[in-house]
């Protein structure tokens, strides 16, 4: 009865303009309190004195595909320097005449990527096609059966950066998960060797990692035995990043609940079962965000392997400044390769953005 | 009156018949010091029903967990369906197939459809084809009366629906003892009645229960025992008529009134 009447008798009311549409928005964000009016006026002011300066830098002013003669003519930004180096920033040493191979071997991997991405095409077949295709493009790019050799030390550029990145992730994350449920085991023996493991590859740098794999540990080698300067790199990053993926993954597997692990026993699963298809499924899904975070700092710092002198694109661009003709372009240079490292990262962290909403079976 | 029904199963020998389904000799517990199982000695036979109960604390869901080695026993005997607990992990898991389980907050596998909650256990223990499997799970579904939930997620899901689907899955994988601890316990009182009619159409089939619960209704009307537990000991089992309306212990007397 008295809810009735209270219906009736309400009237239609607005929300008065000033608290709605962008009026209120703009209030209730930029002109709340008299300290944030102050604020929202030198922020405007500070990007009204910075961004017409750069635009006119970037765009008005600038050259896009020149000499360098033509540049040192300019104010503007001389963005010529990336499209006149390209082939030696993007393939490096990589014989200049075979430079399609690896050209080709990366769109076959963005291919390979962008079909992966979709979560309708994990299936059986998955696993067999990037086998297909890693063969594919590991011929590419070390040649034989009619192409001619090219040796790993003369990978360089972004093609080193992926491969680097690449097999670094995929070759870390299954570790990583390994060493998790090692540190989780009652088996003192694994949980032992998990956790020294862990922690002694977390407390020294990837730096020093790099250098014991390309200088110490040849020596260890007998005489004559040698192993692949690349391949000892990529080792290091993998056991480096397993290490951190390890903990994240940990993290996951004690917010799965105690009656997860019961259920999955009571079953009768066996301990690879119940892991498989109970326990990771949820954990590592819980993990996604903090795993990429760690993915994404794997990709980037790959390019610490230029201190055991391989070419990765950041080394390939360093290179090209070294060069007089194009010395002092450093600032565009460095921006096009934040860009392109940019590119990457933020591809890496939506995608993980998108799976998680996916996977999310919450409601 | 156990041996009489086992004698219409006609898969059973008539060795088996005589010989308890559940067989518990002089087994104790313990938690570090704290003594939690002392002497306890139960005799299941095959189709039996029997209700626990018994104040919070006195063991009796560690009991019906030692029955699949949830927990593990220190001392004494574990036998179920001719297969002792021992740390043999084979063992382990051959009695955990034949032993269902249902648990006090279901732990339905939250990433799977129900479903594939139901399918799990027999794709992968008992190596079943998939559609078997999955005809198999929709006919239990129906059972429990649950089956047009078939393809969401237990998220979606009300209590008393998610714990009827974790029946479902324990019977999936066809089991000879179904264990239930506190099946109802965290259930809002109006789902508690469609869980224990599943409970009591499956007593009426004839499945051999373990119940620990408070649900004295339920007790009265399947239990062919009731068993009280206290400090870790049974200290009084009866017939449920007996049990509630002659009990003999102090005790039992203290936590019938303050429950009933």
Known sequence: ?363 | MGIAMADKNIQKTSSDSDRPIIEIIGMHKWYGDFHVLADINLRVQEKERIVICGPSGSGKSTLIRCINRLEEHQRGQIIVDGIELTSDIKNIEKVRAEVGMVFQHFNLFPHLTIIENLTLGPVWVRKMPKKEAEEAAMMYLEKVRIAEQAKKYPGQLSGGQQQRVAIARSLCMNPRVMLFDEPTSALDPEMIKEVLDVMIDLAREGMTMLVVSHEMGFAKSVADRVMFMDDGQILEENNPNDFFDNPQHERTKLFLSQIL
């Open chain 1, 1 to 363: 009865m008295t809810q009735q009447a209270s219906t009736t008798t309400r009237e239609h009311l607005k929300p008065p303009v000033t608290h709605v549409g962008v009026l209120g928005w703009i209030r209730k964000n930029l002109f709340n309190s008299w300290f944030n009016s102050l604020l929202t006026v030198l922020v405007l002011y500070g990007l009204l004195v910075t961004i017409p300066p750069l635009f006119k830098w970037a765009f008005v002013d600038s050259l896009w595909y020149s000499s360098p003669q033509a540049c040192r003519e300019i104010d503007g930004a001389c963005w010529s320097i990336i499209p006149k180096n390209a082939r030696f920033i993007f393939f490096g040493f990589y014989p200049e005449d075979q430079q399609w191979r690896p050209l080709t071997a990366m769109i076959l991997l963005f291919a390979l990527v962008f079909y992966t991405q979709n979560r309708r095409s994990w299936n059986r077949a998955l696993f067999p096609i990037w086998t297909f295709g890693l063969v594919v493009m590991g011929w590419l790019m070390h040649g034989g059966l009619g192409l001619p050799v090219v040796e790993t030390a003369k990978w360089s550029g972004l093609p080193l950066t992926l491969t680097l990145s690449l097999f670094g992730m995929v070759g870390a994350y299954p570790l990583g998960v390994l060493l998790a449920l090692g540190r989780r085991s009652k088996l003192p023996v694994i949980h032992s060797m998990s956790v020294i493991y862990i922690e002694l590859i977390r407390g020294v740098p990837l730096i020093s990692l790099l250098f014991m794999s390309s200088i110490m540990f040849p020596l260890f080698l007998p005489e004559g035995v040698t192993i692949d300067k690349v391949l000892r790199a990529q080792v290091a990053i993998i056991l480096f990043t397993a290490a951190y993926i390890a903990e994240v993954v940990r993290g996951g597997l004690q917010a799965i609940p105690k009656g997860q692990y019961e259920a999955a026993d009571s079953l009768g699963l066996n301990y690879p079962q119940a892991m498989r298809l109970i326990v990771l499924p949820q954990a590592l899904k819980i993990v996604i965000p903090p795993s990429v975070g760690i993915l994404i700092s794997a990709f980037k710092d790959t390019s610490l392997v230029v201190i055991i002198a391989l070419y990765d694109v950041l080394k390939t661009t360093k290179v090209t400044l070294s060069n007089p003709l194009w010395m002092g372009f450093s600032s565009e240079a460095y921006l096009a390769l934040a860009l392109l490292y940019f590119i990457f990262c933020y591809a890496m962290s939506r995608y993980s953005r998108k799976l998680e909403k996916a996977l999310h079976t919450g409601h």
